[in-house]
C-alpha cells in the first residue's frame, strides 16, 4: 500500500483540511463586499458539510473517534466565531443548517461503526441490511436506506448512561457529545433571544 492510499495520509490531509476550514471563518466579513460577508460564509459552510459528510463515511475504523471528537470541536468553534462576524439572519440560517446537520449525520456515523465493528447484536439488523444491498439501487438510494438504519441503531445510545467512562468507549464519546451539541443550541437560543430584547449595533 503506498503512502497517498493509506489511513495515516487520510487523516494528515483531514486534519490540514479541518484546520484551514477552522482559519477561513476569520476571513468573514473581512471587507464590506457582499462576497465577504454573504457568499464566502456560504461557501466555506458548504465546504465544512461536505467534509463532514465524506470523510466519516469512509473512516469507520480506529480513527474514528478521532474524527469525531474534532469534527465535534471544529464545529463549535466554527459556529461561535462565525457567530461575531456575519450578521445575524445569515448566521442563524448557517447555525440551524450545520447543527441540524451534525446531529442527524453524526448519530448515523456512530450507528455505521457500532455496526461496522459489531458492537451492537448484529442479528436484529442483518437482515435489514442483506435487503438493502441486496436491491441493487443506486447508490445514493441504497446509502439512503443504510443511514436510515444507522439511525435508528445508533439514536438511543444518547439517552443511555454509558457503564464505562473513557473515550475509548465510543457510547461515553456519543453521550458526550449530545451534551456539547446541546449546550451549542442553548448557547444560541440565549443570544438569539438577547439579541432580539437588547440588539447590537453591528447587527
Known sequence: MSFV?????????????????????????????????????????TFFILEFIIVPWTMTNQFFLIFVVAFTFSYVHFCFTTKKRINTALYTVIFITLSILFIVWTTVMFGKYYFDNHLIDLL??????????????????MDLKLS????????KTYFVLPDKISFENPAFVQFSLGIVISGTIISWVI???????APSKSN
Open 124 to 141: 436484529d439488523y442483518q437482515s435489514q441490511y442483506e435487503t438493502i444491498l441486496n436491491a441493487n439501487d443506486w447508490f445514493p438510494i
Open 5 to 45: 492510499d493509506s489511513p495515516i495520509f487520510t487523516l494528515i490531509s483531514f486534519g490540514i483540511s479541518l484546520i484551514a476550514l477552522n482559519l477561513l471563518p476569520y476571513l468573514f466579513g473581512m471587507e464590506d463586499k457582499p462576497y465577504w460577508k454573504v457568499w464566502f460564509p456560504i461557501l466555506v459552510t
Open 191 to 197: 443570544d438569539t433571544i438577547k439579541d432580539f430584547v
Open 148 to 155: 436510515i438504519m444507522y439511525f435508528d441503531i445508533s439514536f
